[in-house]
């Protein structure tokens, strides 16, 4: 048996092909790139999703004691909505669609390994985000008063999150056995690198999901008192939504960040070890997931328990920290030993970093107990920095491999102008929660509630934001098709850059390579330039 399949993905559309079957071709097709642009395509109508949501949450707690937008079991229902597409129908496919898409080309790999598996992924995860979706809508999910749709909601959470660790297999098996001859694991490109390190520790941690997901199917199903039925669906799966687990979904965001700055500096990373030990240092966020704890520090109580709290907490939180600045510090040091140039992918990629570093430093603060933010908005923000973060950093990386993807390269000064209202956004919708949550606004809650200060400005502040990221995914999108339309065509290298996938045609052929070359560096074809002057 062969993990990849060299003819998926071959055109088979005749001249006379209608849109029916174009749009089965697309259903059925096993070419790694048209299967990350499906779960790339869907991610960003979930992106439009939450912002929405965000908006009108906003809007609710301007005035949580009288504004009735949302009332009783809705505004719980939609909460659980919210923070479950965040992390699962935006964060994580969004970042699996990108690795699906690249990863092959990178490695130098034909086609993805198990391309049927990877397809499965992808209409697995679809359809459990449509049935939870249903779920919600119909009076299911945490909270919902009707039991069937609350099964319901629980079978689409297992299925979305088969569907998700079946496209990690796909990756992880790509990276681990279909490299390019001569390509050791030393040598794999910081984004192929990141993308093995993030499907590793999902395949290792989303399973705990899914067993959370059938024990509380089980107790939802029959007496529906050890796990709390309902009510307790937040209590026992809400870990999946929230740090530290939703660090492992951001490492390939990073992963980008380093692949993109020393092609923008127009040098080998100066730091490349470096980079991979940060990239790597993160996966210890898995430790939290997989024991379904945030560790929060407590210097209460005697020293053996004090010691242990601070050993959890730091392994939880401080390593995966120390690994996002370690990563960012490193990539960045690229420009200073360079001589960048202007790039709108790059601008993408490191403004969503640096939000990221937001969040993840965010977390950090909100698990030290003494700082007494837990249960509040803190974490909201915390979420919506990582997320949104996230977004961005993946619209760079959209913008860096467009060539490839779709046959065009961007237009950089519009893009550069959404980059800049994509920083505003993410601040605006996480920055005023932070400050929320030390005034004690409830996590989870948009209705009847109190504090000191001013609670109209914090969430008007949070809303705009929230519009704001509509707007640029909006934006973002119209120029890609406009793009696409006018046939902007792009050369095989436009960014004069580093990896295999720039030394094929624009865009990449269904079987990506016609021969392989023997690799001998992290730089392959930058090997390949001896007229140009590179930095050792």
């Known amino acids: 048996m062969t993990t990849i399949d060299t003819h998926v993905g071959a055109a088979t559309k005749s001249p006379g092909s209608s849109v029916v079957a174009s749009i089965g071709q697309w259903v059925t097709s096993s070419d790694h790139k048209k299967i990350g642009r499906l779960f790339i395509g869907f991610s960003l109508i979930h992106a439009i999703e939450v912002a929405v949501i965000g908006v009108l949450f906003g809007l609710e707690r301007m005035s949580p004691s009288s504004m009735q937008i949302f009332s009783g079991d809705a505004a719980i229902q ?71 749709m609350v099964d319901l909601f629980l079978l689409g959470v297992g299925l979305l999150t088969v569907g998700l660790l079946a496209a990690s297999v796909s990756i992880a098996t790509t990276i681990l056995t279909s490299r390019a001859p001569g390509m050791s694991l030393d040598l794999l490109p910081a984004f192929s690198w990141s993308a093995l ?48 687990q939703t660090f492992i979904f951001v490492v390939m965001a990073l992963g980008v960040l380093a692949e993109i700055a020393p092609v923008v500096a127009r040098i080998r990373q100066p730091q490349r070890p470096v980079v991979l030990i940060g990239l790597g240092l993160m996966s210890a966020a898995i430790i939290g997931a997989v024991t379904q704890s945030s560790h929060t520090l407590n210097l209460s109580g005697s020293n053996s328990d004090k010691l242990t709290s601070t050993l959890l907490f730091l392994l939880t939180n401080g390593l995966p ?61 915390v979420t919506l920095y990582l997320v949104y973060g996230g977004l961005l950093v993946a619209l760079g990386a959209l913008t860096h491999w467009a060539p490839k993807l779709w046959g065009v390269v961007l237009d950089d000064v519009k893009l550069l102008g959404l980059a800049g209202l ?74 004069d850059a580093h990896t295999l996938e720039w030394s094929i045609p624009s865009p990449a052929p269904a079987n990506n390579f016609a021969s392989l070359a023997t690799v001998y560096s992290s730089e392959p074809l930058l090997d390949a330039k001896p007229s140009q002057e590179v930095s050792a």
């Open 197 to 244: 390190v993030a499907s590793i520790t999902t395949l290792l941690s989303l399973p705990v999901a899914i067993g959370s997901v059938i024990y509380l199917y089980v107790d939802h199903t029959h007496a529906a008192i050890a796990f709390g039925g309902v009510n307790g669906i937040n209590t026992w799966l809400g870990w999946a939504y929230s740090a530290p």
């Open 321 to 381: 920290l120390l690994g996002v600045l370690v990563t960012i510090a490193a990539s960045l040091l690229s420009l200073k030993e360079g001589k960048p140039k202007v790039s709108a992918a790059f601008a993408f990629a490191s403004l969503g970093s640096i939000m990221i570093l937001a969040g993840v430093a965010g977390s950090f603060l909100a698990n030290i107990d003494k700082a007494n933010v837990q249960d509040t908005s803190f974490a909201e923000g």
């Open 422 to 495: 994509g920083l505003i956004g993410t601040v605006l919708a996480s920055l005023p929660l932070y400050i929320a949550g030390f005034a004690k606004q409830p996590i989870d809650v948009v209705n009847g509630f109190h504090y000191g200060g001013p609670v109209a400005l914090w969430n008007l502040l949070t809303a705009l934001g929230s519009a704001a990221i509509i707007l640029v995914v909006l934006a973002y999108v119209g120029l890609l098709i406009s793009a696409v339309r006018a046939g902007a065509g792009a050369t095989d290298d436009p960014w």
């Open 78 to 148: 939609l909460s659980s909505l919210y923070r479950h597409v965040l992390v699962l129908g935006l964060l994580a496919p969004l970042f699996i669609g990108i690795a699906i898409a690249v990863v092959p080309m990178q490695v130098g790999s034909k086609a993805i390994a198990f391309p049927r598996l990877a397809q499965y992924g992808f209409w697995a995860w679809l359809f459990g985000s449509v049935l939870v979706l249903v779920s919600e809508i119909a009076n299911g999910g945490p909270g919902g008063g009707n039991s069937n």
